[in-house]
């Protein structure tokens, strides 16, 4: 079992270092020229969020650490990092972005990183209970990015 949990403890990061340096060179590639909108966003969303459902490594790997959270504490804190504080900090990175290059307002990065990702994360995990609900859990994510946008866009 360790084996097996220290490979999703890996892939997890390194999915989610891959993720960070695709921000950060989308974000650096050129300044001037790079306004990331509410489309850019939900599009990033939607590849990282088709990638993580579908992967049939990430889907064993999320449905393992759901049923044994409740059996190990180690796991548990596995999947809060892997699936929530991972993910939540990539979000907090990129609000600062939209932040620091007048996109969204200055605002709590804190809160608005919270405000954008909860709502997103619920609905990952409504796919994943539900496959059925994919296309309306993806309009209601692409509303809710573009409802976030609305209220903090300057």
Known sequence: MDTLVDEIVEKYKTYSEVSQKN??????????????????????FKQQFEFLIYDPFFCMARNFLTIE??????LAAIQNQCEYIDALDYYKKLIQHLV?????INSNV???????FSPMYVQFYHIQKD????EEALKIIKNHIYHFFTIYSK
Not at 25 to 44: G, K, P, R
Not at 110 to 116: G, K
């Open 110 to 116: 804190e809160l608005m990183s919270h405000e954008l």
């Open 69 to 74: 959270r409740f059996r190990n504490p180690r």
């Open 23 to 44: 921000l950060f060179l989308c974000i650096n590639d050129d300044m001037n020229s790079v306004q990331l909108t509410a489309d850019d966003i939900f599009e990033s």
């Open 131 to 134: 496959p059925d609900c994919r």
């Open 100 to 104: 620091d290059n007048n996109i969204l």
